[in-house]
């Protein structure tokens, strides 16, 4: 609650004024690159140069790339003086070049376009009016369609603190959402986290605001198997942890925590899995079912009626 309200009075305070004499661009778009590759990475500095929305700046963090991306970057900040360029000469991980980036940004809106994916002409200006057009909206995001298999990436329209016990519902190449509330709230990326720094993210922004995802596609997304997310076992293990945060968020109530979590398990000698408790039903050993849940009574072998739950 505490959040709410410092959003709300925070908004307007540190954007829309000059800097240094200059006019504060409308639109900070950020951009981590490591070691993108150039036929990947033009494309996507182009498609932000191109938007039909106009006043924006275009912050790019090259994060001690060994490719030749800075050069790349260089070539387009002599060509469009809308650029700003960091230039990290050793790779500092995403967590902190993410929070470079935000540090760095004067826009009163922020987006994020990564060095491999590519906006659509008109996404910058479809964003900037609806958060206009809704105040009480601090983050706002769009479909996605991946690049090469042309699947669309949806996310919930409308996701609450408790949808992301689930997963991360906010696609974070997707977003635009306002400056002054994440600041006001002190939110930044956590350095120490590798890959899912984005989930734990706007996990801790759903706390405090509201989220709203469009169905429009405005942005391409590029699958690669050599990313970050792509079958990594820390990956999997930060999501856990995530998770219990949320969950330590949401409640201390035993009975009520138990219903949340997906499973939990009771050993012996402190090492022996004996039974695997999910919400309906009771595993012996992990793969036998032991009990259904069935109304009010759970059912040996998913027959027997043999315990009654409590009202």
């Known amino acids: 609650m505490l959040c709410v309200f410092a959003g709300a009075f925070c908004v307007g305070v540190v954007c829309g004024v000059t800097h240094m004499g200059m006019a504060m661009p409308r639109v900070s778009v950020l951009m981590p690159v490591y070691n993108t590759d150039e036929e990947f990475l033009r494309p996507a500095i182009e ?15 090259n994060d001690g790339s060994t490719n030749n991306a800075a050069s790349v970057i260089h070539e387009y900040v002599i060509r469009d003086n809308r650029i700003r360029f960091i230039n990290n000469p050793n790779n500092r991980g995403v967590g902190v070049g993410r929070n470079v980036l935000l540090d760095a940004a004067c826009g009163e809106f922020i987006a994020y376009n990564d060095s491999d994916d590519i ?24 479909a996605m369609k991946t690049i090469p298999s042309n699947r669309v990436i949806t996310c919930p329209p409308n996701p609450k603190i408790l949808d992301f ?27 120490e986290y590798t890959t899912a720094e984005d989930y734990d993210f706007w996990a801790r922004v759903a706390r405090c605001f509201n989220i ?34 949320i969950l330590d968020y949401l409640t201390d109530c035993p009975q009520l925590r138990l219903f949340l979590a997906p499973s939990h398990r009771v050993y012996v000698f402190g090492f022996l899995p ?5 919400r309906t039903r009771i595993y012996l050993f992990d793969v036998l079912p032991l009990f259904k849940l069935r109304g009010k009574w759970w059912c040996l072998f998913d027959v027997i009626p043999m315990y009654k739950r409590g009202k």
Do not use: W
Not at 47 to 61: K, M
Not at 122 to 134: A, G, I, M, P, Y
Not at 166 to 191: G, H, K, W
Not at 212 to 241: A, C, G, K, W
């Open 119 to 142: 906006s659509y002409p008109h996404r910058l200006e479809t964003q900037v009016k609806f958060l206009d057009s809704n105040p009480d909206i601090t983050v706002v995001g769009c």
């Open 212 to 245: 709203q995802n469009l169905s429009d596609v405005l942005v391409m997304y590029r699958e690669q198997e050599t990313s970050l997310s792509h079958n990594n076992p820390q990956m999997f293990h930060n999501n856990r942890i995530i998770q219990s945060k």
């Open 274 to 278: 004996v039974l695997k408790i999910k």
């Open 165 to 191: 016990y689930i997963a991360n519902m906010v696609a974070n190449p997707s977003v635009m959402f306002r400056r002054a509330d994440i600041n006001c709230a002190n939110i930044r990326y956590n350095p």
């Open 47 to 61: 498609s932000i140069l191109g938007q039909t929305y106009q006043d924006f700046e275009l912050v790019i963090l």
